[in-house]
């Protein structure tokens, strides 16, 4: 049996997170924000599926604003779930969504900090206090807002998207991700706004989980005990998706940390809550698997019987389909081979699946943990309503021309808010850059602009093939 960590509660317009309540599930539209019925008919279909809460992206005033009609609409149709509104780079718009969503996110990364440049930015102490002096003049008004019309809020710091401020501080480090959130999270302790629900979120699920923890660890030290949110953001599609989402927070969820989960897909956004679910129905099991596993280990090798697994908890009774087996072992092994207890996995002894599934499985879960490498790795985001282009027929054409490609990083990004800082973790990065148009990346180098969508694929390859051939 697992044990929650103890956390305060943010109260969500008719739901409760952290303290004792159970794990929320939710997920986020992908249709334009200003497309009223659309938004309703997506919104209706995540919260049909199981999501409690739904965000949608509200990249400005106008968009701010018709979550009101969204709102309105979905109340009319019986729909109480609380809407979540996404903000990034632009403030006021935050101010303007606090009217009218149960809950508003906002990124420390881009909430006063201007974009990105990667440059390094030298600040005496003083100039770095007037920096977040320039945070808590912005931020005050809004938690002020927030407390008038009792919206909650969540502080989402993505690693794709820290400023050139914090990076140039204290580097791409765990430590620079924690600060980014702590800087924001005192001031609104400082006001009294206890609704407050924190994330930390990173394609790569070593960087996540260590940062998550490092984040609790600190929030202790100061005696703060906000719930968190949980997901491993770009995670992808398919198998590859759904593996490394089960990794990264089931690490976490079998050490008693997570009162939220989003598993981000590049799929449409209902299809994200039954993977969710199963994680959560699975933490208390995976726990005392985890424990199982962790005595197996000898010569670096955890070893997994895999027909007791299936026969085992939520999966007995034949109900062990290979969705849920991909889900459990990773989600019982993710944390230890995150912290290199182990590097090898062997999964043995099933008579529901071949020994090439089971060597796959291993292999996948192994590269989910940024430990082997078997097959190409796509850091692709879920798409919203930023999204500029097609994204889950862009994937499926990529995927096809660079499968082969054992061991390359390409991520794949519908806009700029994380694209070029997910380009890190990447060797390539295709992002778009307004609509139909795309640039492409060589790790944060933007190498050419503005592509047509039609024609971005084959650049993305011919720059590939070029690099390949030097």
């Not at 790569?204 to 005990?225: A, P, S």
């Amino acid at each position: 049996m697992s044990t929650r960590r103890i956390s305060s509660v943010a109260h969500v317009g008719s739901i409760a997170i952290g303290g004792d309540n159970p794990i929320r599930i939710q997920s986020m539209a992908t249709v334009d924000t200003n497309d009223t019925e659309g938004c309703v008919a997506q919104a209706k279909r995540i919260i049909d599926a199981g999501g409690e809460l739904v965000r949608f992206t509200t990249q400005g005033i106008r968009e701010a604003e018709n979550m009101k009609n969204i709102s309105a609409r979905l109340r009319q149709d019986g729909y109480a779930t609380p809407l979540v509104a996404d903000v990034h780079f632009t403030a006021h718009t935050a101010d303007v969504a606090a009217l009218y969503c149960e809950k508003v996110r906002i990124n420390p990364g881009n909430y006063v900090d201007p974009g990105r440049t990667f440059k390094h930015l030298e600040y005496t102490d003083e100039e770095y206090a007037e920096e977040l002096k320039k945070i808590e003049r912005t931020l005050i008004p809004f938690i002020n807002i927030c407390k008038k019309h009792h919206t909650a809020v969540r502080i989402g710091v993505n690693h794709g998207s820290l400023s050139d401020r914090i990076m140039s501080r204290y580097g791409d480090t765990p430590e620079g991700i924690v600060e980014s959130c702590m800087e924001f999270l005192r001031i609104f302790r400082r006001e009294h706004f206890d609704d407050v629900v924190i994330s930390i979120k990173a394609s790569n699920t070593v960087v996540m989980v260590t940062t998550v923890r490092l984040l609790v660890k600190t929030m202790d030290q100061e005696d703060m005990h906000y719930p968190l949110h949980l997901g491993v953001t770009e995670a992808g599609e398919g198998e590859d998706g759904r593996i490394k989402s089960a990794v990264g927070i089931g690490a976490l969820l079998t050490e008693g940390i997570g009162d939220t989960i989003r598993v981000s897909l590049s799929e449409e956004p209902e299809c994200e809550i039954p993977v969710a679910r199963r994680l959560v129905d699975m933490v208390d099991e995976c726990t005392r698997l985890r424990a199982a596993a962790e005595a197996s280990i000898s010569d670096n090798t955890i070893t997994l019987d895999v027909d007791s697994i299936c026969q085992s908890g939520s999966s007995a009774q034949g109900q062990c389909d290979w969705e849920t087996l991909q889900l459990k072992v990773a989600m019982t092994v993710g944390a230890l081979l995150i912290d290199r207890k182990a590097t090898k996995l062997t999964l043995k002894g099933c008579s529901l699946f071949s020994s090439e599934q089971l060597t796959t499985l291993a292999d996948s879960i192994l590269q989910a943990a940024r430990i082997k490498f078997t097959k190409t790795e796509y850091i692709s985001c879920p798409g919203c309503g930023r999204t500029l282009y097609n994204l889950q027929d862009t994937i499926r054409r990529i995927k096809a021309a660079t499968g082969h490609l054992v061991g390359l990083k390409i991520g794949i990004m519908g806009c700029i808010v994380n694209g070029p800082g997910e380009m890190a973790d990447a060797d390539y990065g295709y992002v778009g850059a307004g609509r139909g148009k795309i640039s492409l990346y060589r790790q944060k180098e933007c190498v050419e602009k503005n592509i047509p969508e039609a024609e971005a694929v084959d650049h993305l390859l011919a720059l590939i093939e070029k690099d390949r051939a030097l």
